[in-house]
């Protein structure tokens, strides 16, 4: 066919007498996004290449030259001697032309055996489980340095809240580690994407695979992947592993919002409980004394897109007939935002996190007016013998005595709290001080310092499980065959 005006070539035209509109022609390109693919596309077309010499399909002088060309290209990119530009339909066209270039007539066999199906399947893959290992690394960082200001913090007693009313005492400690494993969680579905995306499609073709005697065990070997595709329509279809991603990118973005609303909520001058430090903070255009948390306020933000990254998907993919349609070049764009944003939100919450300091002082003030202790109330209460529910309506009512008195449960006399408790003595009445409230929530999991030193050793042996897995991961065999060539 005659190209577009100004076009580079494209992988396809034999049955075509006339040209594309080129409104249509600039609709259907994707090279403005999965240009970011380059590398990884490269490193999957050496291990095509790799595996069609040992199957005899290229000769070995042909296969050889297809390797080095495509390996001088992955070197100048790299390196920067090489940009992924021009007028180019997607970054598989981009590939073959450059390489044809370099090579001549022997860069037009690397697309032997192999569709842009496959090789778009294979080499996002490949960027993702990237991505994912990065995600990993730096969801690490900022869950250590929680624990690490955790560790300091052990005693640092501040109310607990739900229906952000003050409830019990709770430490600081106890309160990071929180989102701890929040963290320990994202981490597992991050390496469950990345086990998903671990299926080698190269061999799938289109989608009824190929005639050629291809060995795509070798391919998935090659490239580091742990399975080969059982169905080759499944093969090409497959965006599981893209939503699976997302939705992992998705619920990491929900628990950082939750932690930098409490940023935005604990550093302002109501609650007092953190102030930011110039670093991590902006000011306003017209009120001179302002120090916002806008970095928090941003982070908060980006789980409504993030999420709407994960519904793109899903929508993307219902309904849609086996196998290739072309809207499933779309998920490109919104995957790669997905996993962006994510990686770059981590980088942000441990910035925020250095930047943010703790005023023991005004949590510890925070314990006073909300009669934080009255559960340790009806727990001694029901100690000495009463129901729990008859426990629950005299503490009641030391709630009102105190609120009368304008003093805290504890600020109360003996004699008037067993008033309205008749069963109260001196031992339930110690109990009601802050700090001997936290020590006694010594169940597993609690609060207590003892039960939160524990809760730091358990994170920690659960955040090096995650690291192990990191180190473990291997370099693609391909890649160590190109350093050893």
């Given at each position: 066919m005659s190209e577009a005006e100004g076009s580079a070539p494209k992988l396809w035209g034999g049955r075509f007498s006339g040209?594309?509109?080129?409104?249509?022609?600039?609709?259907?390109?994707?090279?403005?996004?999965?240009?970011?693919?380059?590398?990884?596309?490269?490193?999957?077309?050496?291990?095509?290449?790799?595996?069609?010499?040992?199957?005899?399909?290229?000769?070995?002088?042909?296969?050889?030259e297809i390797v080095e060309g495509l390996a001088s290209m992955l070197d100048d990119l790299e390196s920067g001697a090489l940009m992924v530009s021009g007028d180019f339909e997607d970054v598989h066209a981009w590939i073959e032309s450059t390489l044809s270039e370099r090579i001549g007539d022997a860069g037009k066999k690397l697309h032997t055996a192999r569709s842009r199906n496959d090789q778009v399947a294979v080499a996002q893959r490949l960027w993702l489980r990237d991505q994912l290992e990065g995600s990993v690394r730096e969801l690490l960082t900022f869950a250590d340095l929680l624990v690490e200001v955790a560790t300091s913090e052990r005693e640092t007693a501040l109310p607990g809240y739900t229906h952000l009313q003050r409830g019990q005492p709770v430490s600081l400690?106890?309160?990071?580690?929180?989102?701890?494993?929040?963290?320990?969680?994202?981490?597992?579905?991050?390496?469950?994407?990345?086990?998903?995306?671990?299926?080698?499609?190269?061999?799938?073709?289109?989608?009824?695979?190929?005639?050629?005697?291809?060995?795509?065990?070798?391919?998935?070997?090659?490239?580091?992947?742990?399975?080969?595709?059982?169905?080759?329509?499944?093969a090409v279809a497959d965006r599981d592993y893209v939503v699976e991603a997302s939705f992992a990118c998705s619920l990491l973005q929900v628990h950082l919002s939750r932690w930098a609303e409490e940023v935005v909520l604990w550093s302002s001058t109501e609650v007092g409980f953190a102030q930011l430090d110039d670093s991590v903070a902006k000011g306003s255009s017209i009120m001179p004394q302002k120090k916002n948390p806008e970095p928090a306020e941003v982070l908060r933000g980006k789980a409504g897109r993030v999420i709407g990254d994960l519904v793109a998907h899903l929508v993307q993919l219902k309904g849609l007939p086996l196998t290739y349609n072309s809207d499933l070049q779309e998920d490109?764009?919104?995957?790669?935002?997905?996993?962006?944003?994510?990686?770059?939100?981590?980088?942000?919450?441990?910035?925020?996190?250095?930047?943010?300091?703790?005023?023991?002082?005004?949590?510890?003030?925070?314990?006073?007016?909300?009669?934080?202790?009255?559960?340790?109330?009806?727990?001694?209460?029901?100690?000495?013998?009463?129901?729990?529910?008859?426990?629950?309506?005299?503490t009641g009512a030391a709630v009102r005595l105190a609120e009368s008195q304008k003093c805290e449960l504890w600020e109360l006399s003996l004699a008037d709290l067993a008033s309205v408790c008749p069963l109260a003595d001196q031992e339930i009445f110690a109990a009601l001080d802050p700090q001997q409230s936290l020590a006694a929530h010594n169940s597993p999991g609690g609060p207590a310092p003892a039960r939160v030193d524990q809760q730091i050793a358990q994170a920690r042996a659960a955040l090096e499980v995650h690291r192990l897995w990191l180190q473990r991961r291997q370099p693609m065999p391909v890649l160590e065959r190109l350093a050893n060539r």
């Open positions: 040209s594309v509109d080129a409104e249509v022609d600039r609709f259907t390109r994707s090279f403005s996004f999965d240009h970011v693919l380059a590398p990884y596309d490269l490193v999957a077309s050496i291990g095509h290449a790799v595996m069609l010499t040992e199957q005899g399909v290229l000769d070995r002088a042909t296969g050889d400690a106890h309160h990071l580690l929180a989102y701890v494993w929040m963290l320990d969680q994202d981490a597992s579905r991050l390496r469950r994407a990345h086990s998903a995306a671990g299926t080698c499609p190269l061999g799938a073709g289109a989608l009824a695979g190929t005639t050629f005697d291809i060995d795509p065990a070798r391919s998935a070997e090659l490239l580091g992947f742990e399975r080969v595709f059982n169905n080759s329509m499944f490109k764009e919104a995957l790669f935002d997905a996993v962006a944003t994510a990686r770059g939100s981590l980088c942000v919450a441990t910035a925020l996190q250095r930047g943010l300091r703790f005023s023991r002082e005004r949590m510890a003030a925070a314990l006073y007016g909300g009669f934080v202790t009255a559960t340790d109330l009806a727990d001694g209460l029901v100690r000495r013998g009463l129901s729990f529910r008859d426990a629950h309506e005299q």
